[in-house]
């Protein structure tokens, strides 16, 4: 089993909808969890931490279910700018500069 | 700020060669990583430098060396390229007890 998985998508939406995305990891000890955003060919970005008491920002929100061993991002209202591919990080307990990388999730949103 | 910057930011190689790739970092961070991306992968970390003078391996480090320069500069060498190291690169840096990483705009390379 892979440590962090993703739907790989893809997600097409129409602009104003609302879309979730799931991440499932494997170390029930994690600690640390986060989305990041990548655009297509550049970098990845940090959209947001997830909290063990869930996290707003905006239009997303983040949530953790620790006895499920997954997080989840919420996109509501969605914009045609939020098409990108979004990628669930965990930090293992045995190293906090070892970030594992689910493969992420493409979403494309349409007019 | 430039933030973190990489060169070359394309590269093609034929099987064997050798070359380096630069990471420079302005943010004054301590830690330093290198990853590679590949299509319906996750990043994947190579080598990182926690701090100026230490270097670690990472999940898939086989095939690459690396030297933190200075605590600027995290270079990482492919000392004889095989196709399969074809794939996207990162350098990251994130500052101590921070845990976001920032990211520079990768270099593609491919190898023949």
């Known amino acids: 089993r892979k440590e962090v998985e993703q739907d790989p998508g893809p997600f097409n939406v129409p602009e104003g909808a609302t879309v979730a995305f799931n991440c499932t990891y494997s170390n029930s000890a994690s600690q640390s969890f986060f989305w990041y955003r990548q655009d297509c060919r550049k970098e990845p970005k940090l959209l947001m931490s997830v909290y063990s008491s869930g996290n707003e920002d905006g239009r997303f929100t983040a949530q953790l279910n620790r006895a499920s061993q997954y997080i989840s991002l919420l996109i509501r209202d969605s914009k045609l700018s939020d098409s990108a591919t979004y990628l669930c990080?965990?930090?293992?307990?045995?190293?906090?500069?070892?970030?594992?990388f689910g493969a992420g999730t493409r979403l494309t949103v349409k007019p | 700020n430039a933030g973190v910057t990489q060169t070359p930011k394309f590269q093609v190689l034929k099987t064997g060669q050798s070359m380096t790739l630069q990471c420079a970092q302005d943010?004054?961070?301590?830690?330093m990583y290198w990853y590679r991306q590949d299509p319906g992968m996750g990043l994947r970390l190579i080598y990182y430098?926690?701090?100026?003078?230490?270097?670690d391996k990472g999940e898939v480090p086989n095939g690459y060396n690396v030297s933190r320069l200075n605590k600027r500069e995290f270079s990482l060498r492919l000392e004889s390229a095989a196709p399969s190291q074809t794939s996207v690169y990162f350098c990251a840096s994130r500052d101590s007890g921070i845990f976001e990483q920032f990211f520079g705009p990768g270099t593609r390379l491919t190898v023949l």
């Open positions: 990080v965990v930090i293992p307990p045995y190293n906090n500069n070892d970030m594992r």
């Open positions: 943010m004054n961070h301590n830690s």
């Open positions: 430098s926690a701090s100026e003078g230490t270097t």
